[in-house]
């Protein structure tokens, strides 16, 4: 009876041994697979984490490069109109430059036809061999269209001969603001002499203007002479810089 105890007690006792062992080996053996497990949902939240971090990363520089691009583009854009702005000023500058040029040579092409005229008209120029009064009025009328052609090209036209000219239009203003007046005042005797000589009062008139103009011209002729040359001079200058 005591053996069988014993060897009950001894089958227990080993069996529990053998379970021990068993579940220390199984425990042991779940453990590692537990742990590569645990170390691989590690590795894999860290990837995850990672893949994250790198989609971030991604969606910012997508985010930048897309402000870059839309920053470059905008350049781009700005520098287009920028150079259509330039062509454009440049268009107009050049046809700006272009009108200038043709109404500066006008303005000196008709200066230089008039003044040719106006010598012409001085060597024609003869007078009466009773009283010397003059026979012609070419030369006084082509004084009056060189005059005139300066004021309306005044801006084309050059310092010095600005210059010389405002010196002698100073003289001719005060000499013609002076007939002017004179005629006013005798208004009444032109019109008697209309009726006593059957000639209108203008060309009465006229005519006494024109003789006030030779006058001035022939009391005035260093001034005269000085806008002719400053003419001559400018002339000359553009046919040297333009090769005419």
């Keep these: 009876m005591y053996d069988i105890s014993v060897s009950i007690i001894t089958s227990i006792f080993t069996s529990a041994i053998s379970t021990s062992v068993v579940l220390m080996a199984l425990s042991g053996w779940l453990g590692g697979v537990w742990s590569k497990r645990i170390d691989r949902l590690e590795s894999a939240k860290l990837e995850l984490k990672k893949l994250g971090e790198k989609a971030t990363i991604d969606s910012e520089a997508r985010k930048e490069n897309a402000e870059m691009q839309k920053q470059l583009d905008e350049l781009k854009h700005q520098h287009q109109k920028l150079l259509n702005k330039d062509h454009v000023n440049h268009s107009i500058a050049q046809d700006t430059y272009a009108k200038f040029f043709s109404s500066k040579m006008d303005a000196y092409i008709r200066l230089a036809n008039l003044k040719r005229d106006y010598l012409l008209s001085i060597k024609e120029f003869v007078h009466d061999p009773e009283d010397g009064a003059p026979l012609n009025n070419s030369s006084i009328s082509l004084m009056i269209d060189i005059r005139k052609t300066i004021h309306e090209s005044y801006i084309y036209l050059s310092d010095n001969l600005l210059e010389v000219f405002e010196q002698w239009n100073e003289e001719f203003i005060t000499i013609d603001t002076g007939n002017t007046i004179d ?27 024109r003789l006030t103009y030779q006058k001035f011209m022939e009391d005035y002729p260093k001034l005269w002479d000085s806008v002719l040359n400053a003419i001559d001079s400018d002339i000359k200058d553009l046919r040297k810089r333009y090769d005419l």
């Excluded at 005629?183 to 005519?207: C, G, K």
Aim: net charge negative; charged share 30%.
């Design 183 to 209: 005629i006013m005042q005798r208004w009444s005797h032109f019109s008697r002499m209309e009726e006593v000589l059957d000639t209108p009062a203008n060309e009465l008139i006229y005519e006494e203007t």
